[in-house]
Nanobody, 124 residues
C-alpha cells in the first residue's frame, strides 16, 4: 500500500507564499503519476496540478503562473510551491497518486491513493 503524508500547510496573508510537501512510502515513487487537489465545504474536489513520471506538468487555469508542482524522486517527495496566494485558494489540500499514467491529470477519479489532507488558509 502507498502512504502519502502532506506537510507545509498553514495560514498566510494574501499575496504570500506556502510550499506544500507530500512524502510517499511503500511505492516505486518515480513511476507514479502524482497530483494536488483541494476542497472546501460544499464544493467538489478541484484538481490543482498534476505531474507524470516524466515530469510533465498540468495546471488548473485558476493557478497557472502562481503555483508550481515538482517532484524529487530521490526523496520520494512531491511539492507544490504556491505564490501570490489569494483568499480563494484557501482549502484543504490533498496529495494523490496512481501507479500508472493517467488520462486526465486533474480528475480526482484517476487517482487511487490519497493523503490525509492539509489545511491552507489565506487572510485578506
Amino acid at each position: 500500500q502507498v502512504q502519502l503524508v502532506e506537510s507545509g500547510g498553514g495560514s498566510v496573508q494574501a499575496g504570500g507564499s506556502l510550499r506544500l510537501s507530500c512524502v510517499a512510502s511503500g511505492t516505486t515513487f518515480s513511476t507514479f503519476s502524482m497530483g494536488w487537489f483541494r476542497q472546501t465545504p460544499g464544493k467538489q474536489r478541484e484538481g490543482v496540478a498534476g505531474i507524470d513520471s516524466d515530469g510533465r506538468t498540468t495546471y488548473a487555469n485558476s493557478v497557472k503562473g502562481r503555483f508550481t508542482i515538482s517532484r524529487d524522486n530521490a526523496r520520494d517527495t512531491l511539492h507544490l510551491q504556491m505564490n501570490s496566494l489569494k483568499p480563494g485558494d484557501a482549502a484543504m489540500y490533498y496529495c494523490a497518486a496512481y501507479a500508472a499514467p493517467v488520462s486526465q491529470a486533474l480528475e480526482s477519479g484517476e487517482y487511487k491513493a490519497w493523503g490525509q489532507g492539509i489545511e491552507v488558509t489565506v487572510s485578506s
